[in-house]
T-cell receptor, first 114, second 117 residues
Framework: DTAVSQTPKYLVTQMGNDKSIKCEQN?????MYWYKQDSKKFLKIMFS???????INETVPNRFSPKSPDKAHLNLHINSLELGDSAVYFC?????????????FGNGTRLTVT | AQKITQTQPGMFVQEKEAVTLDCTYD???????LFWYKQPSSGEMIFLIY??????QNATEGRYSLNFQKARKSANLVISASQLGDSAMYFC??????????????FGTGTRLQVTL
C-alpha cells in the first residue's frame, strides 16, 4: 500500500496554463506539506496544513494555492504557469506538526513548463 | 532560524566499506529533531533515521547510525558495509520541537554518494 501518493508523476504543460497536483496519504497523519525541489536538488517548504488548517505559508507566488478538503488530502493548484515553476513538487505527511515527527514523502511530480 | 550545512557535494566509497556523511546545523530552538533522507536516482525521498536533541544515545537503524555531537552541532550519518544500492543523494534536515509554532523541516544541500566495486 502506498503511504503518500501524488498524481500525476509527470506534468508537461505550456506557459500560462493552470494545473493541479493531487496528494493523498493513508497513514492517518494530521499534517501534510508541499515541498519544491529545484534543479540543484534543493528542497524548500511551500505550504503545510494541520487537520485542514493552513499553518505554514512560505513566500510563494499567489499563483500557487493549496487546498485540503480533509486531513488525508492536500492538493496544489498552480495558475498561469511560468518557466521558473519547472521543478519536482513533493507532497509529504507527518503524524504531528511537531519537530520529532518525521515527514514521509510521496514520489514527487516532475513539472515541466515549456 | 535554522541552517543545515552539508560541505561534501560528492563522496565515493568502496563496497563493504563504511562512510561518514557530514552535517552541521545551527538553530535557536532549545529542542530539535535531526533527520536524514535518501534520494536515489529514481527520485523518491526515503526517511532513514531520526535523532532528538534530548536523546542521550546516538540513533541507529540497521546499517545507518547518526553520530550526534551536540556541542559541535554536528549530526553525521554513518553507513556501515556500503552496498551498491546505497548510491544516492543524502539530505540532512532538522525541525524545532515544542516551538509553539508550526515546525518546518529545513534541508541541507545534500551529498551525492557513489558506491564503487
Amino acid at each position: 500500500d502506498t503511504a503518500v501518493s501524488q498524481t500525476p508523476k509527470y506534468l508537461v504543460t505550456q506557459m500560462g496554463n493552470d494545473k493541479s497536483i493531487k496528494c493523498e496519504q493513508n497513514l492517518g497523519h494530521d499534517t501534510m506539506y508541499w515541498y519544491k525541489q529545484d534543479s540543484k536538488k534543493f528542497l524548500k517548504i511551500m505550504f503545510s496544513y494541520n487537520n485542514k488548517e493552513l499553518i505554514i505559508n512560505e513566500t510563494v507566488p499567489n499563483r500557487f494555492s493549496p487546498k485540503s478538503p480533509d486531513k488525508a488530502h492536500l492538493n496544489l493548484h498552480i495558475n498561469s504557469l511560468e518557466l521558473g515553476d519547472s521543478a519536482v513538487y513533493f507532497c509529504a505527511s507527518s503524524r504531528t506538526r511537531d519537530g520529532y515527527s518525521p515527514l514521509h514523502f510521496g514520489n514527487g511530480t516532475r513539472l515541466t513548463v515549456t | 532560524a535554522q541552517k543545515i550545512t552539508q560541505t561534501q557535494p560528492g563522496m565515493f566509497v568502496q563496497e563493504k566499506e563504511a562512510v561518514t556523511l557530514d552535517c552541521t546545523y545551527d538553530t535557536s530552538d532549545p529542542s530539535y529533531g535531526l533527520f536524514w533522507y535518501k534520494q536515489p536516482s529514481s527520485g523518491e525521498m526515503i526517511f532513514l533515521i531520526y535523532q532528538g536533541s534530548y536523546d542521550q544515545q546516538n540513533a541507529t537503524e540497521g546499517r545507518y547510525s547518526l553520530n550526534f555531537q551536540k556541542a559541535r552541532k554536528s549530526a553525521n550519518l554513518v553507513i556501515s558495509a556500503s552496498q551498491l544500492g546505497d548510491s544516492a543523494m543524502y539530505f540532512c534536515a532538522m525541525r524545532g520541537i515544542n516551538t509553539g509554532t508550526a515546525s518546518k523541516l529545513t534541508f541541507g544541500t545534500g551529498t551525492r554518494l557513489q558506491v564503487t566495486l
